[in-house]
């Protein structure tokens, strides 16, 4: 549950956490495990303290204002209320600026009342005001640029290639960068695992990575059009990163983080390195704009503690859904020919586990994929929920906004008519 690192409330976000491993830093792996611990037994007063001293631990300045994030929703919790404030405070200095997320977190109810809370959360409404304006998104490939580079001066030294990514490409990236290390990437030696085991792939990826500068035009299109059918739409800055093959796209307080290395097929790219489900899910670097819109919607959907697969499949649903309804472009299109063709079967499977927390058969199950059944299905489902909601819906502009902001799930299922729908067929 990695994939939307602050869009989820600090007890959801930890109790689901993968302790990021970076080099040397056994001490650090240590306070997020015993946070995680302490999170789970509900002794929040000690993940509170623990939080605190992984935020002053953690490397980058975005993952330090995350942890305070998580600490102050923990010593809120607690009944602290001064502690929780302080750091909520130092999350917000250090760029964690999700104001309609303060508002809606639960596990910061308690501080709603406080004169200094509403101080914190107006100080990142200024810096979310700029948002509601597409133009002002900056559009970062600099990341892709300093990778090449380091790629280059780890040729020259392959005993030394870990140390060269992480002070060449990780210290010096950009806040997107360093997001996307902490949320997917977790670990130098697992990075340079995956160059090494495919090497005649980046070799062959390099110019059309370099190409994704001159995309801007086409994603902003997506922006403009998001921006008409969803007045209230933010829009964060996109950051364009070379990863491990472990995420094509995901989101943190600081914008959209994009693979740039999972996004830019064209006829003539090196495939034998790449497993079945990396093959599949290889995309085509004019596809890029839908990804990116799918990213977009992440960032701005309603946020939700609700566990079970069948949110998880509507966040997802919803995030292709809109993604071609804005572009034209459905980043999992691939799955449409075997959904539409089993759409019957996949829905009388999905609803024997929907209710429950368990998403390991329908999303992020990149194992279960095979030549005659592809993985992620609980994206089509999603998809096709969100769709006959939409089709449902006599005002457009409305239904858009519904399907952004999802309270109850199960009441949004029924008012698609979905499965009445396809009952009937």
Not at 37 to 42: D, I, S
Not at 360 to 372: K, M, V
Request: glycine letters at 6%; a positive charge.
């Amino acid at each position: 549950m990695l994939k939307k690192l602050v869009l989820y409330p600090a007890t959801f976000l930890l109790s689901h956490a993968v302790a990021a491993q970076s080099p040397g830093a056994v001490p650090l792996d240590s306070l997020r495990a015993r946070a995680n611990r302490a999170l789970e037994g509900k002794r929040y007063a000690e993940a509170g303290a623990l939080l605190q001293q992984q935020a002053a631990a953690e490397p980058y300045p975005s993952a330090k204002a995350s942890a305070n994030y998580n600490g102050a929703c923990a010593l809120a919790l607690a009944g602290q209320p001064g502690a929780a404030l302080q750091a909520l405070a130092a999350a917000q200095k250090l760029g964690w600026n999700r104001a309609d997320f303060a508002r809606q977190d639960d596990d910061l109810a308690s501080l709603r009342a406080a004169p200094a809370f509403a101080k914190i959360v107006g100080r990142m409404d200024k810096i979310q005001a700029r948002q509601a304006d597409p133009k002002n998104a900056k559009l970062v490939t600099s990341d892709i640029a300093l990778f090449w580079r380091a790629y280059d001066l780890a040729a020259q030294d392959p005993a030394h290639q870990e140390d060269i990514y992480k002070r060449e490409y990780f210290d010096k990236g950009s806040p997107g960068l360093q997001d996307y290390y902490s949320i997917k990437i977790q670990s130098v030696e697992q990075f340079v695992k995956n160059q090494r085991a495919k090497p005649d792939f980046y070799r062959s990826i390099r110019a059309n990575t370099l190409r994704i500068a001159a995309m801007t035009p086409q994603i902003r299109a997506g922006f403009v059009k998001l921006k008409e059918v969803y007045p209230a739409a933010r829009f964060p800055n996109v950051y364009f990163v070379v990863g491990r093959w472990n995420s094509g796209g995901t989101a943190s307080s600081n914008g959209m983080l994009i693979g740039a290395d999972q996004q830019c097929r064209t006829p003539g790219v090196a495939l034998g390195e790449l497993n079945l489900w990396e093959r599949n899910n290889f995309a085509a670097l004019d596809g890029l704009p839908g990804l990116v819109a799918h990213e977009q919607i992440h960032y701005i959907q309603k946020a939700s503690s609700d566990p079970s697969l069948l949110r998880g499949a509507l966040n997802e649903g919803m995030a292709d859904f809109l993604a071609e309804l804005t572009t034209g472009q459905n980043p999992n299109a691939r799955l449409l020919p075997y959904g539409l063709a089993h759409e019957k079967q996949i829905w009388t499977d999905f609803t024997k586990e929907m209710a429950g927390k368990s998403w390991n058969n329908w999303i992020a199950n990149g194992d279960q994929e095979t030549p005659d059944k592809p993985a992620d299905l609980g994206y089509f489902v999603g998809y096709k929920i969100c769709q006959s909601y939409y089709q449902e819906m006599a005002d457009k502009k409305q239904a858009v906004h519904d399907i952004l902001n999802i309270g109850d799930c199960p009441a949004f299922l029924a008012k698609s008519r979905y499965a009445e729908k396809l009952a009937a067929r």
